[in-house]
């Protein structure tokens, strides 16, 4: 929140920059010299949002878009889980409700061994608008914060041509 402030008083012009002084004013060098600024890339995600709704679409809110999700590739698989991704859960939410749910028995799971990935084929996925989470879970993960082992929140207005890459 407070990077989205440094932008819009105009402190700051863009997201990076906002985000770059947030976290080297954070940053306690005593302790370490690691940036300790904003570090969930969801957060870093929306203050680029953010920018965006300030300076490309002069404070108007972007058209309204609709998002389906037709596959899910998760990059380094091996180590999380059983290593393949057939125990992943992945739950689609739109507007606090479960909208999709992805197992091995609603989604085709197929583990790339060459690549160390592992790819979810959603067939049935609704359509997807504004903000949308995706929560992955499993029994052989900890499954501490939000009862899942991770997740993430993007804006399906904001997807970039039906595509999002998360790194």
Not at 112 to 139: E, G, H, M, Q, Y
Request: proline share 3%; aromatic share 12%; with cysteine.
């Amino acid at each position: 929140m407070i990077s989205i402030l440094l932008l819009a008083t105009g402190t700051f012009l863009t997201a990076k920059d906002s985000l770059n002084d947030f976290g080297e004013r954070k940053t306690d060098t005593s302790f370490s010299n690691k940036i300790q600024g904003v570090e969930m890339p969801a957060q870093s995600r929306y203050v680029g949002y953010f920018d965006i709704v300030k300076n490309v679409l002069n404070w108007e809110m972007p058209v309204k878009k609709t998002f389906k999700i037709r596959k899910i590739v998760i990059y380094s698989i091996q180590g999380v889980g059983e290593g393949n991704g057939a125990d992943l859960k992945i739950e689609i939410i739109m507007q606090h409700k479960t909208v999709f749910t992805c197992t091995r028995q609603t989604c085709t799971v197929v583990h790339d061994i060459d690549t160390n990935r592992a790819i979810f084929l959603v067939p049935n996925c609704p359509d997807l608008c504004d903000d949308v989470k995706v929560k992955f879970s499993s029994l052989k993960l900890p499954n501490y914060y939000d009862d899942c082992a991770f997740f993430m929140w993007f804006h399906a207005s904001l997807a970039e041509r039906n595509r999002l890459y998360l790194t």
